[in-house]
Nanobody
Framework: QVQLVESGGGLVQPGGSLRLSCAAS????????MGWFRQGPGKEREYVTG???????YYAASVKGRFTISRDNAKNTVYLQMNSLKAEDTAVYYC??????????????????WGQGTQVTVSS
């Protein structure tokens, strides 16, 4: 079992940047497909981005070109670099991991372990 702890959220102006971190413990992140999801006010949880054990990355259309997922195996940490932030990016961001590495998934029900979430607010 892996434990996930997100950090790095906060208040940022439109056009600004933030970097979220997801620190894992208990198991190593390269054993899992890792993903970031978000849930805005009154909205369902949605897929943002993911990284497979091979290093291949995936992005939702709404964030492609603005967000970058990466991982540091030595630190057992996954990062989400968010640039050119918009008001509609406001949400609680969750890190998640999936044991079955045979495929990546955009569906939150496919993921086995979740962090507690970190709030990102984009506002002037």
């Amino acid at each position: 079992q892996v434990q996930l702890v997100e950090s790095g959220g906060g208040l940022v102006q439109p056009g600004g940047s933030l970097r979220l971190s997801c620190a894992a413990s208990g198991r190593t992140i390269n054993e899992y497909v890792m993903g970031w999801f978000r849930q805005g006010p009154g909205k369902e949880r949605e897929y943002v981005t993911g990284i497979h054990v091979t290093g291949r990355t995936y992005y939702a259309a709404s964030v492609k070109g603005r967000f970058t997922i990466s991982r540091d195996n030595a630190k057992n940490t996954v990062y989400l670099q968010m640039n050119s932030l918009k008001a509609e990016d406001t949400a609680v961001y969750y890190c998640a991991s999936k044991r079955d590495t045979s495929y990546s998934s955009i569906y939150y029900s496919s993921y086995d372990y979740w962090g507690q979430g970190t709030q990102v607010t984009v506002s002037s």
